[in-house]
């Protein structure tokens, strides 16, 4: 009986050593020669937290992300991200964020030259509104690791250089033609300028001639910790602070209008807004993310 139990405490005492090892060995997320991918949760948190606090103004399309764009903050609202260890503690970081949208609106107005022929038509036609807007967000840096990596919780630091572009358009199609009879034809909002003595009256055809570009450079600095769910999932949380260049380029306005001295539909090109620059640093430039990431 004695024999017995001094067994089975041998035992007891044997598996709690080797548990106790296996717990000092286990690593959580980076080492030497591993990398990792993760993406950003932003917009998932931005949408359930509208959810929650009387936010009535919430959309799916709040779970879109978008890359830096012009005054918005330095990194992308959602994105994937890579890393690599050259160490246990230091690494190469990317982050790319991407983003293209094109929106059609489309209206019915009433088709006049349906109506000159029969007054009771009821006959309609489409104006068209399209805007595109595409872009995208592409950043490197390194990072240092304040932390061991036998913790389930981990500190860094990282920092970097991030380029941002975005282009937009506009353009705009009506149902109803201009032509000497109807110099100014019905459309869905009706809005017409004078460019000039011989063209009286002009409407919009694209806001956007050859697209106005936005252009975003800087640098940054992050502050974080990721809080280890496996040895391999994380959650993460970060402060970052910017410095940030953007540059605004031009862009025109088209017109289209009856010329009474031509006797033709022609078309005037007005420069609406010059190109602009700015640059920003500060307490402004603080950003917020949290992210999931998967090692390998």
């Not at 109506?115 to 490197?140: C, E, L, R, W």
């Not at 809080?227 to 999932?233: C, E, N």
């Amino acid at each position: 009986m004695r024999k017995s139990f001094i067994i089975a405490a041998v035992a007891l005492a044997l598996s709690a050593t080797a548990g106790a090892q296996d717990k000092a060995d286990r690593v959580y997320g980076p080492q030497k020669g591993s990398w990792s991918i993760g993406v950003g949760l932003d917009p998932v948190s931005h949408y359930l937290g509208n959810m929650f606090n009387g936010n009535t103004d919430n959309e799916l399309e709040d779970l879109n992300g978008e890359p830096l764009s012009n005054d918005k903050k330095i990194t992308p609202l959602t994105s994937i991200m890579g890393k690599y260890m050259l160490t246990d503690k230091f690494g190469i970081k990317v982050n790319i964020g991407m983003r293209f949208r094109s929106d059609n609106e489309r209206a019915y107005v009433e088709d006049q030259k349906a109506t000159m022929n029969d007054p009771f038509s009821q006959d309609k036609v489409i104006d068209k509104h399209t805007t595109k807007i595409n872009g995208a967000s592409f950043a490197i840096g390194v990072e240092q690791r304040l932390t061991s990596n036998k913790h389930r919780l981990q500190a860094y630091v990282d920092g970097g250089i991030v380029w941002a572009f975005e282009t937009e358009s506009h353009s705009y199609s009506y149902g109803n033609e201009i032509t000497e009879l109807n110099q100014r034809p019905l459309t869905s909002t009706n809005e017409y300028k004078t460019m000039s003595s011989a063209m009286p009256n002009c409407r919009l055809v694209s806001d956007n001639v050859g697209k106005t570009k936005y252009h975003n450079l800087g640098v940054f600095g992050t502050i974080g910790i990721e809080y280890f769910l496996t040895q391999k999932i994380s959650l993460g949380a970060e402060m970052n602070l910017s410095a940030v260049y953007t540059f605004r380029g031009g862009h025109s306005a088209e017109y289209e209008g009856y010329n009474v001295q031509t006797q033709r539909v022609e078309k005037y090109t007005n420069v609406a807004v010059p190109s602009s620059s700015a640059f920003e640093f500060g307490t402004k430039n603080l950003g917020a993310n949290l992210t999931m990431n998967f090692y390998f």
